[in-house]
């Protein structure tokens, strides 16, 4: 919930050259441990888009992304980790390695913030700005996850 109240109350404040706008509430999604249920991981991407809808006024954009990115995390866990599936572990800098950690968020975040910035164009007319205002946003959150996973990781 603190990472939804930063999102709201100082991420969407972020406008770099306009478009690019870091979506980090995909954070919460990238974290889960990879024996957590799939009805579960959508429930909780569903509710964590729908708040980010209510209060930023984006008319559904963030439920659907959120709710795409919790259906895909497990794949994605699974094509980024060595560990075996049976064994149960979260997803970190110290246990999936600096490299796949940062691969595994980037792709996380790249199916996230396509998803809301091509359901926000909802054209092709402009597709350069989309494409900006998803590599952008998608590395700029990126580094956030990872400045994140620093912050908190050292904290414990």
Not at 2 to 22: C, E, W, Y
């Amino acid at each position: 919930m603190l990472l939804l109240a930063l999102q709201i109350s100082i991420f969407n404040q972020i406008h770099i050259g306009g478009d690019v706008t870091p979506l980090l509430i995909g954070y919460m999604l990238v974290c889960f441990q990879n024996d957590v249920s799939r009805t579960g991981l959508l429930v909780w991407g569903f509710l964590t888009g729908f708040l980010f809808d209510m209060f930023s006024n984006t008319a559904g954009m963030a439920s659907a992304s959120c709710t795409l990115l919790a259906m895909m995390q497990p794949k994605l866990l699974k094509l980024f980790s060595t560990f075996d599936p049976n064994e149960i572990f979260t997803p970190n800098i110290q246990s999936m390695g600096l490299w796949r950690y940062l691969t595994y968020v980037f792709f996380c975040m790249l199916v996230l913030h396509t998803a809301f910035y091509a359901l926000d164009a909802f054209t092709l007319q402009n597709w350069p700005l989309t494409l900006i205002a998803i590599g952008g946003s998608t590395a700029m959150a990126t580094l956030l996850c990872l400045f994140s996973e620093m912050f908190v990781r050292r904290r414990k």
